[in-house]
């Protein structure tokens, strides 16, 4: 079992910059890839962000690239999401997940993951 709790959300201006965190506990991290996803009122939740189980590998949805970044310490047993230039289509709750699937370094499917946190939510206002 991997816990993980999510922090750094809040109301922003859009164009500033937010950071999130994800601490894990339980198990070893670094035996699990990482993601983050949101989902915004009326919507199902999408895919944001993920990281591979080193931090290697990162992968982005269109709609974030080069915006967010993802990253990861391990010895912290923590995920976190930079976002810049944030907008009023970015307002959602942030969830943080975790996976130990095989065969890639982390998915985009919210269906790969088997631990989530309980969610942060961000509000840009335009």
């Known amino acids: 079992q991997v816990q993980l709790v999510e922090s750094g959300g809040g109301l922003v201006q859009a164009g500033d910059s937010l950071s999130l965190s994800c601490a894990a506990s339980?198990?070893?991290?670094?035996?699990?890839?990482a993601g983050w996803f949101r989902q915004a009122p009326g919507k199902e939740r999408e895919f944001v962000a993920a990281?591979?189980?080193?931090?290697?590998?990162?992968g982005y949805a269109d709609s974030v690239k080069g915006r967010f970044t993802i990253s990861r310490d391990n010895a912290k047993n923590t995920v976190y999401l930079q976002m810049s230039s944030l907008n009023s289509e970015d307002t959602a709750v942030y969830y943080c997940?975790?996976?130990?699937?095989?065969?890639?370094?982390?998915?985009?499917?919210?269906?790969?993951?088997?631990?989530w946190g309980q969610g942060t939510q961000v509000t840009v206002s335009s």
């Open positions: 997940a975790a996976g130990s699937g095989s065969g890639n370094p982390y998915f985009t499917s919210r269906w790969r993951y088997a631990y």
């Open positions: 339980g198990r070893t991290f670094n035996n699990y890839y």
């Open positions: 990281i591979s189980r080193s931090g290697t590998t990162t």
